[in-house]
């Protein structure tokens, strides 16, 4: 059975297209169905589509007749499962995916994969160790809020010191209205 979980996305223009980049999945966080991705649960799947000359599939909304684009990284790191692709200016859904995201419209990821390997905690959500990952979506609600966007370059850390300087900046500012 293919299931799906989700996460945020960012985009940058670049030649053949715009650039998204995000984390599509992210590690030890329940999502909103209990579901909690467990570091390492990529691994071999990803090992197994690398060595059969395959690709994770971009697709539009899970749908499989709606490939918009094209996933050129996708890695797990110590925060989850980080993608980088392009969405295809040729492709008409992808060229309305392009729009979409820039306008802020569209903003989420989503996961499409077999659960391999996974047990059930006290609290009654299931813990993904496993997964046979089959594609990732651009899609319109993530199941998974909390997950980080990162910039073009940036690393999730990079974007939390982002926000704690703007935090202080804005205390500060609070605290010395004259500034």
Partial sequence: MLEHKFAKLD???????????????????????????????????????????????????????????????????????????????????????AALVRAGAIDGLSIGYRTVRATKNDKGQRLLSELELWEVSVVTFPMLPEARVAAKGDTPDDAILRDLAAAFRDARGWLDPGR
């Fill in 11 to 97: 985009a940058v223009e670049v030649d053949g297209g715009v650039e998204i980049s995000g984390y599509a999945s992210v590690f030890n966080l329940a999502d909103q169905g209990g579901d909690v991705v467990q570091a390492g649960a990529y691994t071999r799947s990803l090992h197994r589509i690398k060595a059969a000359g395959g690709a994770v599939k971009m697709l539009w909304q899970h749908d499989p007749t709606e490939p918009i684009g094209v996933w050129d990284e996708v890695r797990e790191d110590k925060h989850g499962l980080w993608v980088k692709g392009r969405l295809l200016p040729d492709v008409a859904r992808g060229r309305e995916a």
